[in-house]
C-alpha cells in the first residue's frame, strides 16, 4: 500500500489482483490496518450495486480474454468470479457501515470512451488477439507479474491504451472528489491500473 495525501484526505492505495481468493484476506487485513471511513474500489457503479445484490455461486468467464485471464492465474491459484478483492471489500463495508464509492466510469460514460479511443479496424483486429492469446506463452513468476503481462497484451494498441488511460484519470478525478470531504479512504485499484491512477494523482 501506499499513501497519497490530498488536502486533509489520506488516501490508502492498495493494488490488488482480480480473481485470486487469497487477495479477499489482503483486503480484509488492509481495512483491519487503515481503518478507513470510506472505501473505493476501481469498479462502476453498475457494478458495485451487482456485487452488493450478488448471493449466488462463482461465475464462468464471460468472454475469451477471461477465460485466458483465468487459466494464466490458474498456474498459481484457481481464480474466481465475482473478484474476491471487491467482493470481500464490499461486503465488509456494508456490514460496518462504512461509505463505499465506485471510481470508475459508469457503462454509458465507458461506451463513449471506447468509441472514440479505439478505432474500427482495432475492433477487426480483436480475432487476431484472440489467437494470439492462445498462442501466447506468458513468462510470469508470480499472478501479479501475469496480470501486467497479461495486460500489455490486450491494452498494447494505441486505442486501448489510451482507453485504459482515460479510465485512470477519470478514477483520480473521482479520488480527488472524494478527498474532498477529508478522512482517510482505502482505494482497491486493480493492480494493471494502480501506477496509472497514482500518476494521475500527482499530475
Given at each position: 500500500?501506499?499513501?497519497v495525501r490530498l488536502g486533509d484526505a489520506s488516501i490508502w492505495i492498495l493494488p490488488s489482483v482480480r480473481g485470486p481468493p487469497s487477495e479477499a484476506n489482503i483486503v480484509r487485513n ?174
Amino acid at each position: 500500500m501506499e499513501e497519497v495525501r490530498l488536502g486533509d484526505a489520506s488516501i490508502w492505495i492498495l493494488p490488488s489482483v482480480r480473481g485470486p481468493p487469497s487477495e479477499a484476506n489482503i483486503v480484509r487485513n488492509s481495512i483491519e490496518s487503515v481503518r478507513p471511513g470510506r472505501v473505493a474500489l476501481s469498479i462502476g457503479p453498475e457494478e458495485l450495486q451487482t456485487l452488493r445484490a450478488y448471493h449466488e455461486g462463482p461465475q464462468e468467464p464471460g468472454n475469451f480474454e477471461e477465460e485466458i485471464y483465468v487459466a494464466g492465474l490458474s498456474a498459481w491459484e484457481p481464480p474466481v468470479l465475482p473478484p474476491p478483492c471487491f467482493f470481500e471489500a464490499v461486503r465488509i463495508a456494508d456490514a460496518r457501515g462504512m461509505g463505499l464509492e465506485a471510481l470508475d466510469m459508469d457503462e454509458a460514460t465507458y461506451a463513449e470512451n471506447y468509441v472514440d479511443s479505439v478505432s474500427a479496424l482495432e475492433v477487426v483486429f480483436q480475432g487476431r488477439l484472440e489467437r494470439r492469446l492462445a498462442k501466447k506463452r506468458f513468462r510470469a513468476k508470480d499472478p501479479r507479474e501475469f496480470v501486467l503481462e497479461w495486460d500489455s497484451e490486450v491494452n498494447g494498441s494505441r486505442g486501448f491504451a489510451q482507453l485504459q488511460r482515460r479510465r485512470e484519470r477519470f478514477m483520480a478525478s473521482r479520488l480527488r472528489q472524494i478527498a474532498a470531504a477529508g478522512g482517510t479512504v482505502l482505494a482497491i485499484i486493480e493492480l494493471e491500473r494502480a501506477e496509472g491512477v497514482r500518476a494521475a494523482l500527482r499530475e
